[in-house]
């Protein structure tokens, strides 16, 4: 009932969206599958994707060619979200959420409250990685899909410049493709 209220510019909560830049929430993910404290395959059996060791590269192409959701974790963030028909109050960004949130907070009177985070898999900073070195192994078929599959997410947060790194290195991969 609080997130149908979200459908009106005016409610009673606040109410905040958090968003993360895509490659990192795929290299997050990734990290799980590696960990074998992540996921009990006997409780969780249609999990059994996170108890097989992939490299980087098979785990993106089981992305691409998956429904939206693989594992359960990979959903599209505008198909949960819905920021194009909810009217968050804030938006908070994945890799600033400790100084986000506590801003929100204040602006709110609500600093007494501390943030906190607890994803201890997605320390990500895409500023740091190298997305040609990231994506050097995989297909133009996979960077394609996993283009198409979190496009409305890179703009909807504000994460252009992934976008089009990632449309540059497809680009160049259909390039090369061509010229051999």
């Known amino acids: 009932r609080i997130v149908a209220t979200l459908e009106k510019a005016v409610h009673k909560y606040l109410s905040i969206v958090v968003c993360r830049n895509p490659v990192e929430k795929l290299l997050s993910v990734y990290k799980v599958t590696l960990d074998p ?30 429904k939206p959701n693989y594992l359960g974790l990979l959903s599209p963030f505008h198909f949960g979200c819905d920021p194009c028909t909810n009217n968050y109050d804030a938006v908070v960004r994945m890799e600033t959420f400790q100084e986000d949130a506590r801003f929100i ?16 898999h997605g320390s990500n900073n895409i500023s740091s990685l190298n997305l040609t070195d990231l994506f050097s192994n995989s297909s133009s078929f996979t960077l394609s899909k996993i283009i198409s599959k979190y496009e409305k997410d890179f703009q909807l947060c504000g994460y252009e410049d992934s976008l089009h790194q990632l449309q540059n290195i497809l680009q160049q991969k259909l390039l090369h493709r061509l010229k051999h």
Do not use: C, G, M
Not at 37 to 65: H, I, N
Not at 105 to 120: E, Q, T, V, Y
């Open 37 to 66: 404290r992540a996921v009990d395959p006997e409780k969780y059996p249609s999990r059994s994707d996170f108890v097989q060791k992939k490299t980087w590269s098979q785990f993106l192409e089981l992305v691409a060619r998956s």
């Open 105 to 120: 907070l204040s602006k709110s009177d609500l600093s007494w409250l501390a943030p906190s985070h607890k994803n201890i």
